[in-house]
């Protein structure tokens, strides 16, 4: 039975915490048809239909216009065989094959311990994204008052559980046209003997034991846990009843005595250009357009992760040191993004994030740079990022190889804590376009930092263009910088249960 609960309210930090810093993690994409509002040409991921293509072409030409650009070049196409197809040749794959060093600051001297990467090469490298590719959180960001709406007890799967629907009010009375309200659900075990650790999943969710809402069970979108279901083995026979299936990552959590939350990221930001004027970003803008360096949805979706941590230091029941953050896709270059600008998360699940996530910006190979750049998918950067997608402008011309930084300083800035890169195969939907080489190239290069820090990395050599790729389904797990590509396809599913053993392992759990 649902009851109405007392209110409890957390100030939150004026401006995001920037301990370690900015990933990028952008919107992993698997074939099917390209959504209503997504960019020519896009790959077949579901992408959320853009409410107002008209809204955000115009923002789109405003963000160019303040940057001096006349002409961006258009991303590829992921269906292959078309003469804009994005290429998939290794020959041509790396025409940018030195990566910015992750120890040279910008002075060009070497960082050689862990004091100097703390005090001076991390802050340059953080400095970088928030310019250049992710936005800066403006310090006037409101501050957010939680309350609890809901609580229940109910049984996920086997497991008794208690629940909470928390609400999380941004103060709009600098501009009371626009209601920011965070909207999470929390569940913890019944049976715990003591604060319990929780990972923060980005999508929708429910409380449990309420109904699905009509046309479908209601899981988060985009492969994320609540649908986080294995494949079943291959090779039944016809006929033969299917394959039993491991439990969603919720009920695998729970059964090892952690929590779980869901974070709307539409309930931050939306997805899309036209809604830059809205959300926390419009709010803080007062409904005004964004500059170049504003902050993009995947800067602002790593923020309500950190506000919903705010209220989880609150909560007695949650064990805060231990808190972690996932996501697929889209959301998958959002928690990577969270995990670096916030060194409060002591865990990360990358999950299928591809361009503007792990994948490497440099590598032509699948989604490119160009993508990002283009209508369907900017409002995820900061607008100067629309830089580096120009073909004609008052500054010349851009591309990649002049990003200042690249994905492998973006997993560089979440060590020493752990840090899990996760990925499927393009035989079940996790396409090519999403580029599994290009990450995990970028988590070889990230190694040296780890290291330099006291901490295992992936363990498998330095940074190269031509790395032996770890089979599909052989672990990588040795260290605080993990990988794992399992035989499914756009989801972390069936990587939970190596997850979750992996996270007990490295937070100390028992």
Known sequence: MFKRSDRLVVKAPVAMLLGVCAALTAHAQAPAPAAAGAPAGAPPAARPPNPSAELTAADHKDMQQQLGITKLRPGPSGTEGRPDSANYDEALANPFPNLPDVLKLENGRKVTTAKEWREKRRPEIIELFEREVLGRVPKNVPKISWSVTETTTAKVGEHAVNAKHLQGKADNSAYPEIDVNIDVVLVTPANAKGPVPVMIMFGGGRMPGAPAPAGGPGGPPGGGPGAARGPAPAGGAPGAPPAPREPPATEQLLAAGWGYAYLNPSSVQADNGAGLTKGIIGLTN????????????????????????????????????????????????????????????????????????????????????????????????????LKYGAAEASFGSRNAGDIPVDSHELLALCAPRATFISYGVPEKGDANWLDQKGSYMAALAAGPVFRLLGVKDLGRGEYTTTPKMPAVNESVLDGKLAWRQHDGGHTDGPNWRYFIPWANRELGIK
Not at 354 to 373: D, P, Q, S
């Open 286 to 385: 007062k409904g005004q357009r964004r500059k170049p360096d504003d902050w993009g949805s995947l800067r602002a979706w790593g923020w309500g992760a950190s506000r919903a941590l705010d209220y989880l230091e609150t909560d007695k029941s949650i064990d805060a040191k231990r808190v972690g953050i996932e996501g697929v896709s889209r959301y998958g270059k959002a928690a990577l993004v969270t995990m670096a600008f916030d060194e409060r998360f002591a865990v990360v699940l990358i999950g299928s994030s591809g361009e503007g996530g792990a994948k490497l910006h440099r590598r032509n190979f699948g989604e490119a740079v160009e993508n990002l750049t283009g209508s369907g998918e900017y409002h995820w950067m900061a607008g100067n990022f």
